[in-house]
């Protein structure tokens, strides 16, 4: 009974190329994140979501895109992928916006993406 | 800039042992600090976690301690066992958002 799912799990494709990875969340979570890991394996947020409200936006190209289509889905949009674009992205969920007590964080499997 | 350290990306200890694993922060705003664990393939799930306000927390094997004029905490895992060998995750938030670090990969061996 997975509580934060992302699909798909590894995505390979071209440079140039739009895709998209899904998140669902059946936890009854308000908020919703999108992190990127990168090569040197720091977790880096990308966006938070709020009952389907952005809240953050860190400093993330343009060509990302955060949909929200209600509280339990966080899709990502990527267009004109590139090289540097290569990481693992995970989702997440949380109770509300707030990251501090009994407000922890849960994470999806982790996507990894692969622009060749 | 990165404002939550992991000075060590491994640590080896022998089953049974302590395993102490670290973390520096530079943000002084920081008041809360979390301990993920990540197994390979899968996603970080929360061990631990302390508030600014106290300078220990434990948790059956899992204790955290915060040294706040140092902007220094650790995890410490007493006894160590196999399972325990996995990625840990510093993070620490000032508000809506977690700060993470590069992680420790852990080996337990027995």
């Known amino acids: 009974d997975t509580a934060v799912s992302q699909t798909p799990k590894y995505l390979v494709t071209q440079m140039g190329n739009d895709k998209s990875i899904k998140c669902e969340q059946n936890?009854?979570?308000?908020?919703m994140y999108w992190y990127k890991q990168d090569s040197k394996k720091f977790l880096k947020i990308m966006f938070s979501y709020n009952n389907k409200e952005l809240i953050i936006n860190e400093t993330v190209p343009n060509r990302f895109s955060p949909k929200s289509p209600d509280k339990a889905h966080l899709n990502l949009h990527i267009n004109s992928l590139e090289l540097g674009d290569s990481a693992v992205y995970f989702c997440a969920s949380s109770q509300d916006l707030l990251a501090g007590t009994y407000n922890e964080q849960f994470f999806g499997p982790g996507t990894r993406l692969t622009v060749l | 800039d990165q404002q939550v350290k992991q000075n060590s990306p491994s640590l080896s200890v022998q089953e049974g042992r302590i395993s102490i694993l670290n973390c520096d922060y530079t943000?002084?705003?920081?008041?809360?600090f979390l301990w993920y664990k990540k197994y390979p393939a899968e996603g970080p799930t929360f061990l631990i976690s302390i508030s600014s306000i106290k300078d220990k927390n434990e948790d059956g094997r899992f204790t955290v301690f915060l040294n706040k004029s140092a902007k220094h905490l650790s995890l410490h895992i007493v006894p160590s066992q196999p399972g325990d060998s996995a990625v840990y995750f510093c993070?620490?938030?000032?508000?809506?958002?977690?700060?993470f670090g590069a992680g420790t990969i852990l080996r337990v061996k027995s």
């Open positions: 993070a620490a938030s000032g508000g809506n958002k977690l700060v």
């Open positions: 943000n002084s705003m920081f008041d809360y």
């Open positions: 936890l009854g979570h308000d908020t």
